[in-house]
């Protein structure tokens, strides 16, 4: 007691009590971080998706346009064969 003021013991009180507002305040700070960030997350996932979504649709009408020319490509093939096959007959036939 001998060297110690009144005041001292009255500071470690309030140092004290500010320390239990700012640990509790502490304690909701990362929980209000951690939620910011997860939103951030949520909202570039969100476009993520909506960008992969996009990619995907030009994928299949990419696919679709080249199954297309595919049949196309069958057609004209078979159609030239076919034509080859006739001149061939008609030539050997006779």
């Known amino acids: 007691m001998k060297g110690e003021s009144p ?6 009180i ?3 009590a500010a320390e239990a507002g700012t640990s509790a305040r502490d304690a909701e700070q990362p929980l209000q971080e951690r939620l910011r960030e997860t939103e951030r997350l949520v909202v570039r996932l969100e476009g993520q ?11 299949e009408g990419a696919h679709r346009t080249a199954r297309k020319r595919a049949v196309w490509f069958r057609l004209a093939l ?3 064969l076919l034509s080859i096959y006739v001149v061939v007959r008609a030539r050997y036939a006779s």
């Open 14 to 16: 309030d140092h004290g």
């Open 78 to 80: 078979l159609l030239v």
């Open 49 to 59: 998706v909506v960008g992969l979504q996009q990619r995907v649709a030009e994928l």
């Open 7 to 12: 005041d001292e013991g009255v500071e470690e």
